[in-house]
């Protein structure tokens, strides 16, 4: 398994490499889609990117944990996770 990260610089250039906006204006391109995408989680919506996937917000109830070294209970506060479900055009492509 590849050990490398794609960062935010990246993507960036990558859009600037295959739309042909200037730098700073594939960075802000960058920027404006995320923060659409965060604001929508935020609001509980779910965003769905055709043959890419599914980015959800789902609610987790308190619960019992256990310290594995100790064994002692401890709560685990309510909390919500951010769920991404692959679509099956990208599993393909994954598994190709």
Request: net charge positive; proline share 4%.
């Amino acid at each position: 398994m590849s050990e490398t990260t794609v960062t935010r610089a990246d993507l960036a250039e990558a859009v600037y490499q295959e739309v042909g906006l200037s730098r700073n204006e594939s960075a802000q391109l960058l920027e404006t889609v995320l923060d659409e995408i965060s604001g929508a989680l935020i609001r509980d919506e779910v965003v769905k990117i055709s043959s890419f996937g599914s980015f959800s917000v789902r609610s987790k109830g308190e619960r019992i944990g256990r310290n594995p070294k100790t064994g002692e209970e401890v709560p685990i506060l309510p909390r919500k996770v951010l769920v991404f479900r692959p679509s099956q055009v990208l599993k393909s492509r994954i598994n190709a």
